[in-house]
């Protein structure tokens, strides 16, 4: 809790207290100071004080410490100071003076499961080891997208039908040398291309794909439609 009131930062305290571990500060510097030794989920931070206002002071906390979940609380709602708040401190939530206790509480409560769910989110991004999907193959950009937020995790792009789910799969290091593929055969399963006659066609020509294996769902096995 941020704010050179010390009335107004009792009653943040006395309001929060019961649930979450309070620390306090009089102001960005002493803030700053604390920051550095103390792991902190959420900054609650009063946007007019003197010398750095709030938006600055968490500006400055978004560089350094971008996990920890930034909320301000002003007694002003000037549009251009909100959109301030929002593009140069990442603010999550705006909140209002006077306050009420059980207002403030939900926006804690929100700002600290906020901060966790990143923090989970953090984790499966060093646990993830691998990746499928099914039905239509994976769009190029959305593989890149997927290798840049799981950088350990090897993908697999498959690709399946209505009647088959999974029919064929391209190999992680082929992501790259041809991103557009949907891959070769799932083991165990046959996959061509044929034309109108039902015979295969050769590379690079347009025709029907057609799947034979166990991953054939059996309510279309032999159904002519």
């Known amino acids: 809790l941020v704010d050179d009131e010390p009335h107004s930062l009792t009653a943040m305290r006395m309001a929060l207290e019961d649930e979450f571990d309070i620390l306090t500060a009089p102001g960005a510097e002493e803030a700053l100071q604390t920051l550095e030794k103390e792991w902190v989920h ?94 239509a193959a994976l769009p190029p950009a ?5 290798q840049e937020i799981f950088p350990n995790a090897r993908i697999y792009s498959m690709y399946g039908m209505t009647e088959s789910k999974r029919c064929t799969w391209l190999p992680p290091e082929q992501l790259q040398v041809r991103p557009d593929s949907v891959g070769v055969a799932i083991p165990g399963t046959e996959v061509w291309v044929a034309g109108d006659d039902g015979k295969p066609l050769p590379p690079d020509t347009i025709g029907e794909l057609v799947v034979r294996g166990g991953h054939v769902m059996q309510g279309y096995w032999r159904n002519e439609e």
């Open 42 to 135: 959420a900054i609650f931070c009063d946007q007019r004080m003197p010398g750095r206002s709030g938006v600055e002071f968490l500006a400055d906390v978004r560089e350094r410490w971008p996990e920890t979940v930034r909320v301000i609380i002003t007694g002003y709602t000037d549009p251009g100071a909100m959109m301030a708040a929002i593009n140069d401190a990442g603010i999550h939530q705006f909140l209002t003076k006077p306050w009420h206790p059980d207002h403030l509480m939900i926006a804690a409560r929100n700002a600290v499961r906020l901060f966790q769910l990143a923090r989970e989110n953090e984790r499966l991004v060093l646990e993830m080891r691998y990746l499928t999907n099914t039905a």
């Open 142 to 146: 959305h593989i890149l997208k997927l």
